[in-house]
């Protein structure tokens, strides 16, 4: 499998859809949008810059593969108010800036979680490529399966690509 150059601009194309909307749900009038629509509308007053909006844009971790996410999303996550504030009886103990502490959260579960997910998905990709490859699909042998077993063997080979991508991701 190789990765072709449509993937990145498959993500900018959702990113830059998303930026459209949530531009033009910020020109709407609030009580016409839903509670998702507000928290993402992007309103002039908070219009990013150039820079700002190529940053969300070439975000390099999502560039290759994405996901693709709003930019307020984005911005939240840059300046870590997507994170629980500290409390206020717990400041004393961290250094502060500008007034705000923010506490990153501990990934570590997290990460070996999805880590073990993507290791399972990758070896059942392993196992169910091996009964059922395109080889397979575009052999001779395959023609003399029963209807019911060409179409069981299709969804095997459909099933085999997505747990491919579901290791990836």
Same mark, same amino acid.
């Given at each position: 499998?190789?990765?072709? =150059?449509?993937?990145?601009?498959?993500?900018?194309?959702?990113?830059?859809?998303?930026?459209?909307?949530?531009?033009?749900?910020?020109?709407?009038? =609030?009580?016409?949008?839903?509670?998702?629509?507000?928290?993402?509308?992007?309103?002039?007053?908070?219009?990013?810059?150039?820079?700002?909006?190529?940053?969300?844009?070439?975000?390099?971790?999502?560039?290759?593969?994405?996901?693709?996410?709003?930019?307020?999303?984005?911005?939240?996550?840059? %300046?870590?108010?997507?994170? %629980?504030?500290?409390?206020?009886?717990?400041? %004393?103990?961290?250094?502060?800036?500008?007034?705000?502490?923010?506490? =990153?959260?501990?990934?570590?579960?997290?990460?070996?979680?999805?880590?073990?997910?993507?290791?399972?998905?990758?070896?059942?990709?392993?196992?169910?490529?091996?009964?059922?490859?395109?080889?397979?699909?575009?052999?001779?042998?395959?023609?003399?399966?029963?209807?019911?077993?060409?179409?069981?063997?299709?969804?095997?080979?459909?099933?085999?690509?997505?747990?491919?991508?579901?290791?990836?991701?």
């Amino acid at each position: 499998y190789l990765v072709h =150059v449509s993937s990145p601009q498959m993500n900018l194309v959702i990113k830059l859809t998303a930026f459209c909307w949530n531009v033009h749900d910020g020109r709407m009038p =609030v009580h016409t949008l839903s509670v998702f629509q507000r928290e993402r509308a992007i309103k002039s007053s908070t219009f990013p810059s150039l820079l700002e909006f190529l940053n969300y844009d070439l975000f390099f971790p999502t560039m290759f593969y994405g996901p693709g996410f709003d930019y307020s999303e984005y911005r939240r996550f840059i %300046d870590l108010s997507i994170f %629980d504030p500290v409390l206020p009886q717990e400041w %004393d103990k961290l250094p502060q800036e500008n007034n705000t502490v923010r506490q =990153v959260p501990d990934g570590t579960r997290a990460a070996l979680r999805k880590g073990a997910a993507g290791l399972l998905w990758t070896f059942l990709f392993f196992k169910l490529s091996t009964f059922c490859s395109l080889e397979l699909l575009l052999s001779e042998r395959f023609m003399e399966f029963s209807f019911l077993q060409r179409l069981l063997a299709v969804h095997l080979f459909a099933l085999t690509l997505r747990v491919n991508q579901y290791g990836v991701w």
